[in-house]
């Protein structure tokens, strides 16, 4: 698939499903910048170590279903809102992806998740 005429939105969504739909490395080679760094604290920050973590999540959960609710783009940066989970049976989590972009590909990456709860004292839900 042709990704030069994408927005930086949609290159965002596009790594996001294909990460998650296991197509690790095809994302990181579409979409990641030799200069990658990412901010989650239980990794090293750099490119490798967080797709070897995305790798070993989808090889356990084959099954994972990505829903995106909402994704904005503000100059070099996208937001993505997504409901993640596991497999179709999970609660899941509601995740925000924040990408900045030089060029065409992400160089900064930062991911915020918070589990969706069996039960919910707000009447109108995560999403």
Known sequence: METNNFSRK??????LNLVASGSVRE???KYISAEFIH???F???DAESIMLAMEENAAQNPSKVFDVKLAIEEKEYVAVHSHVKQNAEDLGAAVVHIFRFEGDR???LWDLGQAVPAES???NGMF
């Open 10 to 15: 949609e290159k965002a969504v596009d790594f």
């Open 43 to 45: 990794f090293q920050g």
């Open 27 to 29: 994302g990181f080679a």
């Open 106 to 108: 992400v160089v900064e």
């Open 121 to 123: 004292l707000n009447k």
């Open 39 to 41: 901010h989650n604290p």
